[in-house]
T-cell receptor, first 114, second 113 residues
Framework: DAGVIQSPRHEVTEMGQEVTLRCKPISGHDYLFWYRQTMMRGLELLIYFNNNVPIDDSGMPEDRFSAKMPNASFSTLKIQPSEPRDSAVYFC????????????FGEGSRLTVL | TQLLEQSPQFLSIQEGENLTVYCNSSSVFSSLQWYRQEPGEGPVLLVTVVTGGEVKKLKRLTFQFGDARKDSSLHITAAQPGDTGLYLCAGTLLNFGNEKLTFGTGTRLTIIP
């Protein structure tokens, strides 16, 4: 079975540009999470969805970040405008039924903002 | 403020040695998970512990949940190069109606052949 699929794997962009990260969760999973990982702050939860509905976005750093889940098989995380401090690895994860169950992570999208 | 502190932050040991890494908090968790993350990949679940005092074994890895459910340890016996990676603990706080996983700061383990 296919795992969580993220794209792009790597993105290098200039400050001020819009960045869109994409995620396809595992089919049948009810929860989808967006995390950001940096050396300084570790793995931080940005936002999570349950059945395509955003439940908790308290981890989203600021209004420049937005996330959508238009259907059960697709989610996007958008940064507009991007800043150098947004450079990180962004992970999408999904889980089945329970918010506190096993998380299945994608391979991540490494973002570098120059 | 980090809810889950892991120690040590970095650990580098020779193949064949034993090691223990720790995950500590002042909060009580209803459950705790351990993940391992290899370079260029996402974290992968190793184990979930739920009951205070619980011990689980996964081959050479032994996981223990503290009696008070505030801490956990991971012990590796006869470490192998394949054990190299970032070890993350993740806990669910006892906060009914708003449960979510909180990840620890991580221990970066390197096993030297």
């Amino acid at each position: 079975d296919a795992g969580v699929i993220q794209s792009p794997r790597h993105e290098v962009t200039e400050m001020g540009q819009e960045v869109t990260l994409r995620c396809k969760p595992i089919s049948g999973h009810d929860y989808l999470f967006w995390y950001r990982q940096t050396m300084m702050r570790g793995l931080e939860l940005l936002i999570y969805f349950n059945n395509n509905v955003p439940i908790d976005d308290s981890g989203m750093p600021e209004d420049r970040f937005s996330a959508k889940m238009p259907n059960a098989s697709f989610s996007t995380l958008k940064i507009q405008p991007s800043e150098p401090r947004d450079s990180a690895v962004y992970f999408c994860a999904s889980s089945f039924l329970e918010i506190t169950g096993e998380l299945f992570f994608g391979e991540g999208s490494r973002l570098t903002v120059l | 403020t980090q809810l889950l502190e892991q120690s040590p932050q970095f650990l580098s040991i020779q193949e064949g040695e034993n090691l223990t890494v720790y995950c500590n908090s002042s909060s009580v968790f209803s459950s705790l998970q351990w993940y391992r993350q290899e370079p260029g990949e996402g974290p992968v679940l190793l184990v979930t512990v739920v009951t205070g005092g619980e011990v689980k074994k996964l081959k050479r890895l032994t996981f223990q949940f503290g009696d008070a459910r505030k801490d956990s340890s991971l012990h590796i016996t006869a470490a192998q190069p394949g054990d190299t990676g970032l070890y993350l603990c993740a806990g669910t706080l006892l906060n009914f109606g708003n449960e979510k996983l909180t990840f620890g700061t991580g221990t970066r383990l390197t096993i030297i052949p």
